[in-house]
Nanobody, 119 residues
């Protein structure tokens, strides 16, 4: 099994910064792509950013230039540095990891952490 534990959400004013962290416990599993998704009230869950083990990144257009994703392969952690936050960034943010073994691969999700951008 793979368990993902997120931390770092909270309330911040527009223009502020937050850093989200996610730690994966994955005994006997290999972890491939890790990333962050978000879901605002009444909206579908959407990709925010992803990163491969080799460090290749992919960002949603709405966060390019403001958010930075990074990972530590040795520690199985992925972080999301969020700068210049806007009210429209308000959502529950979910850590995601694609992990598996010779028995198969699938996506795993964290429990979510609330990010609220408001004055």
């Amino acid at each position: 099994q793979v368990q993902l534990v997120e931390s770092g959400g909270g309330l911040v004013q527009p223009g502020g910064s937050l850093r989200l962290s996610c730690a994966a416990s994955a005994s006997f599993f290999s972890i491939n792509t890790m990333g962050w998704f978000r879901q605002a009230p009444g909206k579908e869950r959407e990709l925010v950013a992803q990163i491969t083990p080799g460090g290749i990144t992919n960002y949603a257009d709405s966060v390019k230039g403001r958010f930075t994703i990074s990972r530590d392969n040795a520690k199985n952690t992925v972080d999301l540095q969020m700068n210049s936050l806007k009210p429209e960034d308000t959502a529950v943010y979910y850590c995601n990891a694609y992990a598996g073994s010779s028995r198969g691969w699938k996506a795993y999700w964290g429990q979510g952490t609330q990010v609220t951008v408001s004055s």
